[in-house]
């Protein structure tokens, strides 16, 4: 290690310390003396007059109070619209995330500007959002959204990136972490990069080059996001041993020191694969850093990084045990880490340097820390963690000479609206709701007399004071803020994902063992031994390892969305696998793609010979035939619709093959890979959809829009389909790779290329997921389903 550099990053370590002590100072004084509270006061009342109603004698009457809009999102945007609150809500919600995210000076007249256009969008989307969602929770934001968003800005490559990285680190999140919780952090943080860099785009910039910044910061989010739970979290949870976390720690801290991740060396500890992963991730996350940055820019990132990092590390070393912390020990660490997160993701995008910024930034980071650490505190002292606050609560007694957080926090606060906005009304607005709102929430979380116990043992010394705050929180009204509907809302959506995954995996376990167990063809003694060969010859077709993906699908439809008992549809189920088990038969054929393998076994041809392939085929073709018709314990008139149906989809299969074989070699165009898809997959798709809806006489427009969702979801199959013969392992896939390039056939990727084939296929997602959010009845297995399509490694 370059003496010279470690030298550089401690001195400018201290630098920032001394910065940090001198803060410290001054609100120390302030709490002592309690200076702070006349004018904090002050500042209360005249918030005050827009948010407590007066009393008067119709106060005495019974008031009908607006209910907590706790997992009630749609009414609460409504009441909104209703009492004419929702611009009002909107503008100091962006108006926080100005002061907090962007360090911005609220009371400039440009800053006004893009925060009323930024709230008017929102507005919008709100509107158009509830309205769609019919009455029950509305998701404000969506991989669609997102999508769309992309689409118009032109950086779709970065954000198919983005997901594609946000799955593969939740994948990679160990038991004793939260995922969701790396997750939403991640999310966070690339939000956060990505408005600094609109902020800096000017409004006149050509969308090539707007579009190349925000490529750039989409990526640039992440790879610093990256971070927090692969640094900061890891460090903080109980995944690696002390002999781990040491090594880790030192590893991290010679690449912030260096600018490069170093070579992991011998690794003795038990996650050595989950180290590997994390060290090749971070090792390209500063690689593209460094890259995309000017040599003073990535000093500004790695500099604030090593701040972070280094007074993390000396937080993080605490132990609650200690009886003998200093309050500068205790505050200048959080002091830091708070104002140099946010400073850090201003200079990995190499913004040009603002010092108002960097002012308003270093003080107000510790607003936020004390906010989340009075949140937290009763589970920080159940597990034993150091903050101001659990350290005030065991040794408060023993320890006169330690602050109190709570005051120092509203010192904090008064010292933001005096000193650091100069008591702009704007910036008391929002911080005193904020402030106000977080109490607010803290009350209903801990009930009434576990919060009133606490308020009582962080009281500020000023009856006064805390008399009038506490008339805010049970009195004053409209404190409520966007960004904390939307992280309630992504952390419950999150949780549900999961378990819904998990229920979504369990459904294809269970409902593919259901399907095998009746898959096989018995044999009679008395059948003909040619007749016997043929069924030997289907079973091993049917025995081939296959994804059931076509009648675990109709067993969903059928059983969880239309109420049909699972034992009246196997004969359906096994009718759709062996339609499927024969149209493979007849592609792998030597006069059709002529497949060596499939499912990872020899072809049915190789096995046998290409006639008996084709009998086989016919006679897997008739049994689905013979399975359709004993329906009986359906309607008779939708049985034989579902016959004619299955018919039709059959005769569309054939053409779909034919068109297939027809276009071998030559060059296609987009369109004609659309409608070759459709007939070859897309129609399979529909058929497992819309054959239980018939039987369930379900009406016709339901029925166009399990089309719909067929027909996209079928190409965005066959897209990853093609991907994967570009990009896949063979030992996964269970058949060789560049199949097509070997065959010279037309494929999304040879007409589109990679990462043209990457976009239309999650267009197909996006339009296959709207036609789904259209439907009466809402299937959550259809859009994992849709997930694993186009994540799928096989």
Known sequence: MNKTLIIEADANYQLAEQKAARYFALLFEQVKTQVYVPDLMADIQLWQRKHVQRRSWLSLLPRRKRQSHAGDDYRYIQWLRHTNKLDDYLDRSVSYMYMRDLGKAIDAPDTQASIQRLAADMKERLIQTTASSGGGQPAFFSIVELYRWAQKEGVEGAVIWMIGKLKTVAANIPEGMNAEHAQRKLMKIILGVVL???????????????????????????????????????????????????????????????????????????????????????????????????????????????VFFHSQEIDRAKVLDYPSYTNEELYLPIILKSASSRLIARSVIAAPADEGFDNRTFYYGIYNQLADD?????????????????????YRDQRPDLINPFALYWTVIAHLIRRVYHSDAKAREVILNRAINGLKRCKARLGKEKYNEMMGILDTGSPAFNRLVQKMVSRADDVDFLDKMLRDQMVASLQTDRKSKDEFVETVRTV????????????????????????????????????????????????????????????????????HTASLIFDDLPSQDNAPTRRGRATLHEVHDSATAELTGLLLIQRATQEQASLAQFDPRSVLALIRYSSQKAEDLCAGQAMDLNAKGKPLTLEQLNAICFYKTGIAFEAALVMPAILAQAPEQEIGLLKSFAYHAGIAFQIKDDLLDVE???????????????????????????????????????????????????????????????????
């Open 196 to 306: 600094h860099a609109m902020e800096e785009i000017e409004g006149r910039e050509p969308s090539a080059a707007r579009a190349r910044k925000l490529d750039e910061a989409i990526r640039l989010g992440y790879c610093y996001g990256l971070t927090y739970p692969f640094i900061d979290d890891l460090l903080d949870a109980q995944v690696l041993t002390v002999q781990e976390k040491a090594q880790y720690s030192q590893v991290i801290r010679a690449a912030l020191q260096s600018g490069a991740v170093p070579e992991l060396g011998e690794w003795t500890g038990s996650n050595k694969e989950l180290i590997r992963y994390i060290q090749a991730e971070l090792g390209e996350a500063f690689d593209y850093i460094k890259q995309h940055q000017k040599p003073d820019a990535q000093h500004s990132f790695f500099e604030q990084a090593y």
């Open 374 to 394: 009075f949140a937290d505190m009763l589970d920080d002292l159940r597990d034993g963690a150091v903050t101001p606050y659990t350290y005030f609560l065991k």
């Open 512 to 579: 593919r063992e259901q399907i095998n167990s009746t898959l096989q063809i018995a044999k009679s003694e008395d059948i003909p031994p040619m007749k016997g060969t043929l069924i030997d010859a289907a079973n091993y077709s049917l025995t081939g390892g296959g994804k059931r993906l076509r009648p675990i699908l109709t067993w969903v439809m059928g059983v969880q969305q239309y109420g049909m008992r699972p034992e009246s549809l196997v004969p359906l189920l096994r009718s759709l696998e062996y339609m």
């Open 728 to 794: 896949g392992d063979a030992n996964l896939l269970g058949k060789p790779v560049g199949q097509d390039a070997d065959n010279n056939t037309s494929s999304f990727v040879t007409v589109l290329g990679l990462e043209g084939a990457k976009r239309e296929m999650w267009d197909h997602y996006c339009l296959a997921l709207e036609a789904l959010q259209k439907l009466s009845r809402k299937n959550t297995f259809l859009k994992h389903l849709l997930n694993y399509m186009i994540h799928r490694d096989r």
